[in-house]
């Protein structure tokens, strides 16, 4: 099993990215995914979450209106679009798969958003 996420990087406030997830291993049309984050001495926090269909999306009341959480099955990869980013965006952000009690993460990409 293996979720392997690309796209972070440093990017000026306001400023874009796009996070992917690739995943491999495990049935990705079964599982729900989800993007976290977790930011230096702060607890890993959930961003955005998918269901299996990807007809129902979820974020937290600090990113809404701004990231947009999307899944290709047929690619097996999921997706953070991230608009108007702030500094308090500033983490590591790890895609997650769950499915019943089963849970994978990917090891992590580093977003930092500073002027």
């Known amino acids: 099993v293996q979720l392997v996420e690309s796209g972070g990087g440093v990017v000026q406030p306001g400023g874009s990215l796009r996070l992917s997830c690739a995943a491999s291993?495990?049935?990705?049309?079964?599982?729900?995914m989800s993007w976290y984050r977790q930011a230096p001495g702060k607890e890993r926090e959930l961003v955005a979450a998918?269901?299996?269909?990807?007809?129902?999306?979820n974020y937290a009341d600090s990113v809404k209106g701004r990231f947009t959480i999307s899944r290709d099955n047929a690619k097996n990869m999921v997706y953070l679009q991230m608009n108007s980013l702030k500094p308090e965006d500033t983490a590591v952000y790890y895609c997650?798969?769950?499915?019943?009690?089963?849970?994978?993460w990917g090891q992590g990409t580093q977003v930092t958003v500073s002027s």
């Open positions: 998918i269901t299996s269909t990807g007809v129902s999306t």
């Open positions: 291993g495990f049935t990705f049309s079964s599982y729900d």
């Open positions: 997650n798969a769950r499915r019943r009690w089963v849970d994978y």
